[in-house]
């Protein structure tokens, strides 16, 4: 069964946070495996650090990248974890979540984005895992090979990911040295690694699913397919979609979000 393409909507906006790196990359797997959900490439508005966008947008796509201001959570960085920050990013990935919030827009976090999530919900990180969760299982693996699948994940029955995996295990990628420790209100956990540390977040308000694997580089992977497709029929189906009087995306940015 192919995947749904999204109806056309002259007005649908799609809004995607990105590192530089990625940012300047207009192939991107992020952007393709939203083209291969049906949206289109005017559709998809890129987001790089520090961009103040404007507007009103349909849905929200947190990309992956550098680390969380460990401030934001409360804590003060740890001198042994190798966490790398970029407080211009943070700016606007908070920023458009809180929007997302407010507008009850669809959105999708992966890696980084599943944790900006948490911590804007009021959770907390662990900010380096081989100094405070070493285990079995390697989570960082550096993007040599972006479609190799490093580890399992258990998945949570009943869930939206598991509506999405259609199994009870899945193999991912992986590339994160930091996870979820207190799960925000609000979320609830739907997958796990065989460690124990946390692997996808949903909320079961407005559609709102973040994993910490890199389904974006997964191109022959069908959960992974079906997971942009699920996205892009939330944001098809979101009642409220485009209706006028939404506050602009860049009221949060000038009021300098953090946990709310």
Known sequence: MGIEPVGYNAFMR????????????????????LLDAGFRREEIVDLPPGSKPEGQFDGVVLGG????????YGEALRAEGKVELDKD???????????????????????????????????TLV????????????????????????????VKPGTR?????????????????????RVAPGLRVSATAPDG?????????????????????????PASRRLFAEFARAVRERPQRNLAGSAPVEAGLE????RP
């Open 14 to 33: 799609i809004a995607l946070t990105l590192g530089w790196e990625t940012y300047k990359n207009e192939k991107n797997d992020y952007i393709r495996a």
């Open 197 to 221: 540390l946390i692997e996808a977040l949903e909320s079961d308000g407005p559609w709102l699913l973040a994993v910490q694997w890199h389904p974006e580089n997964l191109t022959s992977d």
């Open 127 to 154: 900010q380096d895992i081989p100094t405070e969760r070493p285990s079995g299982i390697v989570h960082y693996i550096p993007k040599k090979e972006n479609e190799r699948l490093d580890h399992p994940v258990q």
């Open 89 to 123: 990013r943070d700016a606007t990935d908070f920023a458009v979540f809180e929007a997302a919030r407010r507008d009850s827009l669809p959105t999708l976090g992966i890696c980084r984005g599943l944790q900006v999530i948490n911590v804007a919900m009021g959770g």
């Open 161 to 181: 990911v598991a509506t999405i995996a259609q199994a009870d295990e899945i193999q991912v990628n992986s590339r994160h040295h930091q996870a979820i420790e």
């Open 65 to 72: 990248g550098l680390d969380v201001d460990p401030s934001r």
């Open 255 to 258: 009021a300098g979000s953090g």
